[in-house]
């Protein structure tokens, strides 16, 4: 977690986030004093952490932080005054957001700052996973293409065209993938025309 947006329209609350963001060594960090404002970069840039500090000039924040939490992107902290805890915990219960009773003391804004930078790094490994796998089935279909043409063009069974592109990438030093691609190159423009618009509609 590197980044963070500060939407607060009090100096005093801004400095004090900026000092315990500093501290929890996320040092890119973006104040805003408005949600008007807090909108227009958030369209423009992506942070990791957005901490919402409301009531704010223009609104209350909490549309601001659903909207903010509903992108998928960024972890948001809101904190609100005490007599609106429930009622706001309770409308933004799906979007997980994590909201603090005002006032905040040191040690409960550090233990948000703490939990949202372990979700942002669990979400981040889910998603450097979810993007391996997505390689790897694409990696896969684009090998069994390239068997079905050594299949066709050059008579070879199953399990030789398996061992052929897997010796091709042993001996060329590259990798599976880019010996299917360069299969399917070679011999791709042999197909007839209907048969390469069905290949390329599989899946």
């Not at 329209?9 to 315990?20: G, I």
């Not at 996973?129 to 694409?138: M, S, T």
Request: net charge neutral.
């Amino acid at each position: 977690m590197n980044s963070a947006l500060i939407v607060s329209d009090l100096e005093k609350d801004t400095a004090f986030f900026s000092v315990m963001l500093n501290v929890a060594c996320i040092n890119q960090i973006t104040c805003m004093n408005s949600v008007e404002s807090a909108g227009k970069i958030l369209s423009k840039q992506d942070f990791d952490l957005i901490i919402v500090n409301s009531p704010l000039k223009d609104e209350s924040g909490e549309n601001f932080s659903r909207y903010a939490a509903s992108r998928g992107v960024s972890q948001v902290i809101l904190l609100v005054e005490s007599e609106c805890f429930d009622a706001v915990a309770a409308d933004c219960e799906d979007y997980e957001i994590l909201i603090l009773s005002k006032p905040v003391d040191k040690a409960l804004f550090w233990s948000a700052v703490l939990l949202a930078k372990s979700t942002h790094r669990r979400i981040r490994r889910v998603e450097a996973e979810n993007a391996r796998l997505k390689q790897k089935i694409d990696d896969i279909r684009v090998i069994n293409r390239a068997k079905c043409l050594l299949i066709s063009y050059m008579k070879m069974s199953e399990q030789e065209s398996h061992r052929y592109i897997e010796k091709q990438a042993m001996d060329m030093r590259s990798t599976k993938r880019n010996i299917a691609e360069g299969i399917l190159k070679r011999y791709d423009n042999y197909q007839p025309a209907e048969e390469r618009v069905n290949d390329y509609a599989v899946g």
